[in-house]
């Protein structure tokens, strides 16, 4: 059996950020068209699913390497076959290499920055048909920063 190392997580979510909060102003609006209470507004607010980050997370694709050269994902997604505002879910996995990228040791820093960006951008790409989008802001704000020559040695 190759020795796989896991590098990092990235979650999938069924809409993006600012689409779900115009979706639940708009639900929030319908019926509290007034703002009469703001105690109204808070509970229709939980009721429409809460805060959009970790509430609306339908998958997730998690980074590692396998073997000596190869950064492969697994993708896992909920088992639901509609995926809509729930807070009952079961993730399974889906594909052990939902991307399978080569690499060298002798690569640099900047170089293997870059296969991981490549790699993050073509899950991106295939879940972009289902209008799903990813959660990328941690891993773009730290990606130029680490030590890749050293994490995958």
């Given at each position: 059996?190759?020795?796989?190392?896991?590098?990092?997580?990235?979650?999938?979510?069924?809409?993006k950020e600012n689409d779900y909060y115009n979706e639940?102003?708009?639900?929030?609006?319908?019926?509290?068209?007034?703002?009469?209470?703001?105690?109204?507004?808070?509970?229709?607010?939980?009721?429409?699913?809460?805060?959009?980050?970790?509430?609306?997370?339908?998958?997730?694709?998690?980074?590692y390497q396998y073997g000596e050269n190869q950064i492969?994902?697994?993708?896992?997604?909920?088992?639901?076959?509609?995926?809509?505002?729930?807070?009952?879910?079961?993730?399974?996995?889906?594909?052990?290499?939902?991307?399978?990228?080569?690499?060298?040791?002798?690569?640099?820093?900047?170089?293997?920055?870059?296969?991981?960006?490549?790699?993050?951008?073509?899950?991106?790409?295939?879940?972009?048909?289902?209008?799903?989008?990813?959660?990328?802001?941690?891993?773009?704000?730290?990606?130029?920063?680490?030590?890749?020559?050293?994490?995958?040695?």
């Open positions: 059996m190759l020795k796989s190392k896991k590098l990092f997580e990235i979650q999938v979510y069924r809409t639940m102003r708009s639900y929030i609006e319908k019926i509290n068209s007034d703002n009469s209470n703001p105690l109204i507004s808070e509970h229709l607010r939980k009721e429409y699913g809460g805060d959009w980050k970790y509430n609306e997370i339908i998958g997730f694709l998690q980074f492969r994902c697994e993708y896992w997604d909920t088992e639901a076959t509609r995926k809509v505002r729930t807070r009952r879910k079961t993730f399974v996995q889906v594909s052990n290499s939902y991307c399978n990228e080569m690499f060298s040791k002798s690569e640099s820093n900047l170089a293997l920055a870059q296969l991981m960006k490549n790699a993050v951008e073509h899950c991106e790409n295939r879940l972009k048909n289902k209008n799903w989008t990813l959660d990328r802001e941690l891993f773009d704000n730290t990606v130029d920063f680490i030590d890749w020559k050293s994490l995958l040695n």
